[in-house]
């Protein structure tokens, strides 16, 4: 459990130190003339970059891939709600409570295995905003 508060705060602070911060460092002009700025975030001028899936040779069976890796880890997730909440039962049954909190441990992995799986496209998108 303490593993999974310290990772949610690991990944807070990333998120927090990164979203004020610029994609790239502003640009200058040569030393002749007075320097000038770009926008954060703008780049190098002359220069755009917009990632997409257009004209790129086997995108369906990227997506595809996607598509299977995500199924299987929510998969992965239930089993583990299932297994855990199992532990929990027989570690309550059995008067172990050291099994019980391992048993805890697995229903909270899974359920947070599970939300991360279906808010990562959304997540990503925030970060690339």
């Known amino acids: 459990m303490r593993r999974l508060v310290t990772a949610v705060g690991a990944m807070a602070v990333l998120v927090a ?3 004020g911060t610029p994609a790239m460092a502003a640009t200058t002009a040569p030393a002749t003339t007075a320097p000038a ?3 954060p975030g703008a780049g190098v ?3 755009e ?3 997409g899936w257009q004209d790129m040779p ?3 069976e990227i997506q595809s891939l996607l598509g299977v890796t995500s199924q299987v880890g929510l998969a992965c997730c239930i089993a583990t709600l299932i297994v855990g909440g199992a532990v929990i039962g027989v570690g309550l049954r059995s ?3 050291l099994t019980s909190g391992r048993g805890l441990g697995m229903v909270a992995g899974g359920g947070a295995g599970a939300l ?3 808010l990562a496209p959304a997540l990503i998108g ?3 905003r």
């Open 45 to 47: 001028p002359g220069i």
């Open 126 to 128: 925030w970060l690339y």
């Open 116 to 118: 991360v799986i279906k």
């Open 49 to 51: 970059v917009r990632p």
């Open 58 to 60: 086997g995108q369906d």
């Open 95 to 97: 008067g172990a409570g």
């Open 17 to 19: 130190s990164s979203a």
């Open 37 to 39: 700025r770009t926008a």
